[in-house]
């Protein structure tokens, strides 16, 4: 948890470089947003449930998140862009209705 922490740390410090030098930044054809990682509240959260933040690991390298924690990330991501950015998203394909007849529900693949 220690080493988690103190990588969070140095993660911050290049999350405000990052972010402050996109700050004022205009282009042309696209818009840009900088999005913080939510990997320490996550796993404080998971934390704070009684769970093993071990578990939110990499077990290989026991220093990049794993599966688990990629998975909440994707999640925090999807829902933070939904509420603040749903331009980011797009519109609802209006032929997935068409695509369930023809291909049936295959399981999310």
Aim: without cysteine; negative net charge; glycine residues 8%.
């Amino acid at each position: 948890f220690f080493f988690f922490k103190q990588k969070t740390a140095y993660e911050m410090v290049y999350q405000d470089l990052v972010s402050s030098s996109n700050k004022g930044a205009n282009y042309t054809n696209f818009d840009l947003i900088y999005l913080t990682s939510p990997l320490l509240d996550i796993l404080t959260d998971w934390d704070a449930e009684g769970k093993n933040p071990a578990e939110l690991i990499e077990p290989v390298d026991g220093f990049h998140p794993g599966q688990i924690a990629q998975a909440l990330e994707a999640k925090w991501m999807y829902e933070h862009l939904e509420e603040a950015y749903p331009e980011f998203l797009g519109e609802v394909n209006p032929h997935n209705d068409d695509i369930q007849k023809v291909f049936g529900d295959q399981g999310g693949y």
